[in-house]
């Protein structure tokens, strides 16, 4: 048996999660209790339209609870940085409230922590559950790209993770406004382990992705990961360069040899993908352009309207004060 550590905090963000929270927050007790000599639970309530905010008041009166609640749905990663920047114990565990996270995994994580001297430990996904096979391949195509413009496999990667404060304090330190946990967690490199876990069904409520989102998530990852994308266009105009020069010396060659110049579909064709090149590369510009005009804004990631077990000024990272 592992020894069992202290000053841990479970990081959990919620968005109208009332039905699932409370047997949530008492199984996650239930498995921490095993591991820990003392710990806590960091809900995030990311702008809940239900009453989630006063169940995490109520779990907060009979379980080591403390709440932050976003003053509207800014989305689970920047929940996610919010919690993070508040919580201030040795190692953060985070985990969806939905419990497809299973909490019997938390002891092994911590074991394999201990054992190996690792700073963080990746919940890894054996499978992707019960997916439509359309998100499937989406997922997957995702998860080939990313990997192929930045080097970071995040195939079955998922935001179950144990981080110690290490880890925690080097996330931190990146101050980008577009959040990408996962990949985020992933760069800052560290001694790593890594524990596997079957995706359970969700047993209340549903997913609260919709289809737009993960696009733009995976779009936002995408972007604020790599740059290779701004060197297509490059790549086009040589291409295109190439493809000109063809046709300049075919041209000549007829006119010398006195053949009737036939090139009416030629310039058809290559107006028309030229045109579609030059576009998509604009485009491409634009994404990054929007990126930038994002960051340089710096807008905070998220605002607090309420807290729960929290004393304000006890807080140093908070980006509402960046
Ligand atoms: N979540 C959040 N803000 C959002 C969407 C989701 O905090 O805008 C939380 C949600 O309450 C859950 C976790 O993020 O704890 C994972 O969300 P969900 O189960 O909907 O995603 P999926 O499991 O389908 O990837
Ligand atoms: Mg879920």
Request: glycine share 0%; aromatic share 8%; no cysteine.
């Given at each position: 048996m592992a020894k069992r550590v202290d000053n841990v905090t479970v990081l959990l963000p919620a968005f109208n999660e009332e039905n699932g929270i409370e047997n949530a927050v008492s199984e996650i007790c239930n498995y921490l209790s095993q591991c820990c000599r003392k710990y806590e639970i960091c809900i995030v309530d990311d702008g809940s339209s239900d009453n989630t905010w006063e169940k995490i008041k109520y779990l907060s009166t009979i379980f080591p609870v403390r709440g932050i609640r976003l003053?509207?749905?800014?989305g689970k990663e920047s929940a996610l940085r919010a919690g993070l920047e508040y919580v201030k114990t040795d190692y953060v565990l985070i985990m969806d409230s939905?419990?497809?996270?299973?909490?019997?995994v938390i002891p092994e994580m911590f074991k394999m922590m201990s054992e190996i001297d690792a700073d963080v430990i990746d919940g890894i996904k054996e499978e992707r559950g019960n997916e439509s096979l359309i998100y499937k391949i989406l997922s997957l195509s995702f998860y080939k790209i990313f990997s192929k413009l930045t080097?970071?496999?995040?195939?079955?990667?998922?935001?179950?993770k144990l981080l110690n404060r290490k880890a925690i304090d080097a996330y931190l330190?990146?101050?980008?406004?577009?959040?990408?946990f996962r990949g985020m967690s992933a760069w800052i490199g560290f001694k790593r382990g890594y524990v596997r876990y079957k995706t359970h069904e969700r047993l209340v409520g549903s997913s609260k992705w919709s289809t737009s989102g993960l696009i733009n998530l995976a779009r936002n990852a995408i972007i604020s990961f790599s740059?290779?994308?701004?060197h297509v266009p490059t790549y086009i105009g040589l291409f295109f360069c190439l493809f000109a020069f063809v046709v300049i010396v075919e041209s000549v060659y007829k006119k010398f040899m006195n053949q009737s110049a036939e090139g009416f579909p030629t310039v058809i064709v290559m107006l028309g993908i030229l045109g579609g090149s030059i576009l998509i590369s604009l485009g491409i510009i634009g994404e990054y352009l929007a990126k930038i005009y994002e960051e340089v804004k710096?807008?905070?990631t998220y605002l607090i309207s309420e807290e729960i077990n929290y004393v304000k000024s006890k807080r140093k990272n908070n980006s509402n004060s960046r």
């Open positions: 003053s509207r749905n800014f939905d419990l497809q996270h299973p909490p019997h080097n970071i496999n995040l195939q079955h990667a998922s935001d179950f330190t990146m101050t980008e406004r577009t959040l990408f740059s290779s994308l701004l710096r807008r905070p």
